[in-house]
């Protein structure tokens, strides 16, 4: 998904300075906003499930003391720390993608969407 996220990120500023019929890029743009905003409520879910594993087999080590639940504790807490940066990585791509949104209908209609920016 990352690199689908950076090759994407490079053909839309690609399309924006090629003179690229901007309607269509407008449309493209949106369903890919719609794209990546699906996978980063996914990847939410899974690393807070994650977390919410991770605690709670902490706790049960806490209150039962068994040694054995440690090496999945461990695991859960391995695999956590990626699902965090990657998730991470999605915010803030997302955001940049809104950003993109923003300079597109700017450049199509020459001024800005949202309001507040026009007072």
């Known amino acids: 998904m990352t690199k689908y996220f950076k090759s994407y990120r490079r053909f839309f500023k690609k399309a924006m300075e090629d003179g690229t019929d901007l309607e269509r890029l407008m449309e493209y743009h949106k369903e890919h906003i719609s794209f990546f905003q699906h996978e980063r409520l996914i990847h939410l879910i899974v690393m807070f499930l994650f977390a919410i594993s ?66």
């Open 54 to 119: 991770t605690v709670i087999c902490f706790i049960v080590i806490a209150v039962t003391k068994e040694i054995m639940l440690v090496v999945l504790a461990l695991a859960l807490l391995v695999l956590l720390v990626p699902y965090i940066k990657h998730y991470y990585f999605l915010e803030n791509q997302t955001q940049q993608l809104y950003h993109d949104y923003e300079k597109l209908h700017e450049k199509l209609y020459g001024f800005p969407k949202d309001e507040d920016e026009l007072k």
